[in-house]
């Protein structure tokens, strides 16, 4: 997150992560191409929650049945569950410490990345997570950062739900030339850089043509011209 460059389109991505977190809502999206920065805006929004007003989970790794969901759910919430132990009693367990945090004026937030190959019936178990509520407000809250691909799945009938449930979504912008140019500065300042600038205004027009405004790429590309 040292290297974080707060490009308007990472700037309107926290803003509305940070609105939709402050209404309560159960799902919230972003989208982006691959090499767009979710990860990163991901851990950017994980290292800004307050610890004392809020408990975060954090799935990296979405290949997850629906009883390894919850049990990784669970781990991250601090929960011990027997080995033996049921999808329901997974459930039980969730739900009973989303309640004990929700009394210590906690709110929590489960982060998964990389969403859009999900299985399906995991991404309904998400959805029934998110029927956990008091009477005042959702018990957990989802964000979901993921390729455009999960754009197309959600359109499919048995998603319908889901779908539905996305109060707030953003998809993530490439960048201009104007952004490339400052992104590489910034980079190169982070790393160190003192002197002035390493990469030609003609340069950085072929880093942001041939990287298309996505920073994985532009990364790449300046490190081979570097070396």
């Known amino acids: 997150t040292g290297f974080f460059y707060n490009t308007s389109g990472h700037r309107e991505a926290l ?3 940070r609105v939709a977190l402050r209404s309560g809502e159960g799902f919230i999206k972003i ?3 691959v090499g767009t ?3 990163l805006l991901c851990r950017k929004l994980l290292n800004a929650l307050d610890e004392e007003a809020w408990a975060t989970a954090y799935l990296p790794n979405p290949l ?3 009883a390894e969901l919850y049990r990784a759910l669970a781990d991250e919430l601090g929960i011990g569950l027997p080995a033996k132990a049921t999808v329901n009693d997974s459930l039980k367990a969730i739900n009973s410490q989303l309640i004990e945090l929700a009394r210590q004026g906690r709110r929590v937030v489960l982060c998964i990345d990389e969403v859009q190959v999900m299985p399906e019936k995991s991404l309904e178990a998400l959805r029934l997570l998110s029927n956990l509520e008091t009477e005042k407000r959702k018990l957990l809250q989802i964000v979901l950062f993921a390729q455009p691909e999960l754009d197309e ?3 499919q ?3 319908r739900q889901l779908r539905q449930r996305l109060a707030f979504s ?3 912008p490439p960048l201009d030339y104007q952004g490339v140019s400052g992104y590489v500065g910034h980079r190169l300042l982070v790393a160190g850089h003192q002197g002035g600038a390493l990469f030609a205004p003609g340069a950085l027009k072929l880093l942001a043509r041939g ?5 994985r790429l532009i990364n790449i590309l300046c490190h081979k011209a570097m070396l």
Do not use: A, F
């Open 15 to 17: 803003e509305v992560l």
């Open 31 to 33: 989208v982006g191409e």
């Open 37 to 39: 920065g979710k990860t």
């Open 64 to 66: 997850l049945g629906v």
């Open 153 to 155: 799945r959600l359109q």
């Open 157 to 159: 009938p048995g998603l």
């Open 170 to 172: 953003y998809r993530l």
């Open 211 to 215: 990287s298309r405004g996505i920073p």
